[in-house]
Nanobody, 114 residues
């Protein structure tokens, strides 16, 4: 069973950068696609980016060109580098495995504000 822990969130000014990390334990993390999702108050949890076991990548349109997802399989970690942050990016960010059922982390808060 996979357990996921996110870290790296915080408060940043518009235009700033953050790097989120998602570290897994309890399973072979490298075997699964992993995604980043985000959720703001009153909104649905939406996919931000995902990465496959061999590096196939998807980005949601609002973050294309600004965010980069990557993984370090020996470290059982997936990263989300977020550049050019906007207030609209403010949300709790979650990582998940694309397994049946999916496994979710606890979330890390990202706040973009002047």
């Amino acid at each position: 069973q996979v357990q996921l822990v996110e870290s790296g969130g915080g408060l940043v000014q518009p235009g700033g950068s953050l790097r989120l990390s998602c570290t897994a334990s309890g399973s072979i993390f490298s075997n699964y696609p992993v995604g980043w999702y985000r959720q703001s108050p009153g909104k649905q949890r939406d996919v931000v980016a995902s990465i496959g076991p061999s590096g196939a990548i998807f980005y949601a349109v609002p973050v294309k060109g600004r965010f980069t997802i990557s993984r370090d399989n020996p470290k059982n970690t997936v990263y989300l580098q977020m550049n050019g942050l906007k207030p609209e990016d403010t949300a709790v960010y979650y990582c998940r495995t694309f397994t049946s059922p999916p496994m979710w982390g606890q979330g890390t808060q990202v706040t973009v504000s002047s």
